[in-house]
């Protein structure tokens, strides 16, 4: 029987290090003095600001590196890239071809040439490499591919993200959160954790039709965007995203139709099977839903814990199969990030065949080979 990413693991203790500590490294700090205390030690810390390494290296004794390419001489198993966005690319190859195991936060980068150069550096070097995609090791959406998988929704007919989460305006005052250059708007940041879901449960999306704008928040690209998609398999979807609701996070949700069973996932963070209503029931079926729903603090959820765990596993073996999410994998849901983008550049159907990049994420806007002539018209308002 396979091994239960969220069984701890027997074994010596990987050396961490993480490289940036900000707002997600906080989640990690927590995992790494608490429920993988037994399974993985922080060696050292790397940030621009020593007054955010200054806890880390207080609580755990770690060293504090001013400059990245010093992380090598406290010889982490695994460097853990928790900086900006449009960074990701950069930060990992370098620490790749210093020989170095990486695991990438969400997004694994923002353009798709990255992505490939990231997988082919790891493979050159013999380093593992895997990215961060946290909301597939939540209770319910486990429980979802288990039932797709075991073939009880039958054929796809309809799927549907909403995030309807609150972003103030300080958030995007940071120098990235919201630029072009660095980060994208909700879509790239905050609901590619849900455009992962879905493609992730649904299958590969053919093609998609896109809208956005910023509403309510002053940023270069969108804190607001909905879609419609059409899926490889012939089924239809839909998202919808934004940061403008306020005053809180209200919910991150996915509905699957199918012809043999209907599910709805909730909560902030995709974390309560709210529906689960299949056409042929099994006894199990009754209790599912308080069987297959867990309590969270916020939008990250629970699932770092599973997903780290997978990866410290992976580490230890040195297996790129255990690696729980490739680079490969991860790619995929930055290429329907690149279509819904072109999508909205364009005012058109995007199909996700023609690999369509958008013109603007990844990218520096005030470069002059790439800077627009005017705002796209989905931009404006």
């Known amino acids: 029987m396979p091994r239960d990413p969220l069984d701890p693991m027997p074994g010596p203790r990987v050396r961490i290090a993480l490289l940036g500590c900000g ?112 909301n597939r090791f939540n209770a319910p959406l486990r429980f979802l591919r288990a039932a797709i998988d075991g073939g009880r929704f039958g054929r796809a007919v309809l799927g549907s993200v909403r995030v309807h989460w609150c972003r103030r305006q300080p958030y995007y005052e940071d120098g990235w959160h919201g630029t072009w250059r660095l980060d994208g708007g909700v879509l790239a940041q905050q609901a590619i954790h849900h455009l992962d879901a879905l493609q992730w449960l649904m299958g590969p999306v053919a093609a998609v039709c896109a809208h956005g704008a910023a509403r309510v928040n002053r940023l270069e690209a969108e804190d607001t965007a909905v879609a419609v998609l059409r899926f490889a398999s012939g089924a239809m979807g839909t998202i919808e995203a934004t940061t403008a609701a306020r005053p809180q996070d209200h919910e991150a949700a996915l509905t699957i139709v199918g012809e043999g069973a209907y599910a709805r996932v909730g909560g902030v963070g ?70 819904l983008y072109a999508s909205m550049e364009r005012g058109a159907w995007v199909t996700l065949a023609e690999r369509a990049h958008s013109a603007r994420l990844g990218i520096d806007p005030a470069a002059p080979e790439t800077a627009p002539d005017h705002r796209p018209a989905y931009m404006e308002g």
């Open 23 to 134: 707002r997600v490294a906080q989640r990690y700090r927590e995992l790494l003095a608490g429920a993988l205390a037994a399974e993985a030690e922080l060696v050292a810390v790397c940030d621009r600001r020593p007054e955010r390494m200054a806890p880390f290296v207080a609580q755990f004794g770690c060293a504090a590196v001013a400059e990245m390419a010093g992380l090598a001489a406290h010889a982490p198993d695994l460097v853990c890239v928790l900086t900006e966005s449009g960074n990701h690319a950069g930060h990992a190859n370098a620490l790749l071809e210093a020989g170095l195991s990486v695991l990438v936060e969400k997004p694994v980068c923002l353009r798709p040439d990255d992505a490939t150069r990231m997988a082919q550096a790891a493979a050159r070097v013999g380093a593992l490499l895997g990215v961060v995609k946290q």
């Open 270 to 339: 995709l974390n309560r099977l709210e529906a689960w209503e299949p056409a042929a029931r099994d006894p199990s079926d009754d209790a599912a839903c308080a069987a297959h729903s867990e309590v969270v603090r916020d939008g990250y959820g629970n699932g770092h814990l599973g997903c780290l765990r997978a990866m410290l596993a992976a580490v230890r073996a040195r297996d790129p199969a255990l690696v729980p999410v490739s680079v490969a994998e991860a790619a995929k849901s930055l290429q329907l990030l690149h279509a």
